[in-house]
């Protein structure tokens, strides 16, 4: 597996293990990949990019998760309460990624608003992944 897919694997696992958040999803509403069909409301992740922020080059070490919160309630409530679950479960988390090493998640945004085009409150929230690889 890839750097990049074993980090997603154990932050999926973490968040799938947080019987808080599964109560505010409503069971399986944490998909790895967006669906056309998914029940409101779900978590998808999004984008994801190694980088190594001192030479500009591509590093497995180092790299950018984004997680999508999707709510159609009519306020913003549920998806800023999903989105302080998923802070509370990952902010500051150490994950354990296979032989690599270990991963400490940081927080580097965080945004809800709301999409008229979709008609769903869209909550971001983008973690920073430092490996440190095991020697």
């Known amino acids: 597996m890839t750097a990049s897919g074993d980090l997603l694997q154990a932050l999926f696992?973490?968040?799938?293990?947080?019987?808080?958040?599964?109560?505010?999803?409503?069971?399986a509403g944490l998909l790895e990949r967006p669906t056309d069909n998914a029940a409101f409301p779900h978590v998808t992740c999004g984008q994801t990019s190694a980088f190594d922020w001192d030479t500009?080059?591509?590093?497995?070490?180092?790299?950018?998760?984004?997680?999508?919160?999707?709510?159609?309630?009519?306020?913003?409530?549920?998806?800023?309460?999903?989105m302080d679950s998923i802070k509370a479960r990952l902010a500051d988390a150490v994950l354990i990624i296979g032989s690599r090493g270990q991963t400490r998640l940081v927080l580097e945004f965080a945004e809800a608003r709301y999409d008229e085009d979709l008609l769903?409150?869209?909550?971001?929230?983008?973690?920073?992944?430092?490996?440190?690889e095991n020697d």
């Open 56 to 82: 500009g080059v591509q590093n497995d070490a180092d790299q950018l998760v984004t997680l999508h919160v999707w709510s159609k309630t009519h306020d913003a409530a549920e998806t800023r309460a999903i």
């Open 13 to 27: 696992q973490r968040l799938r293990s947080d019987a808080s958040l599964s109560a505010l999803l409503g069971g």
């Open 120 to 132: 769903v409150h869209h909550g971001l929230l983008r973690f920073r992944a430092i490996t440190q």
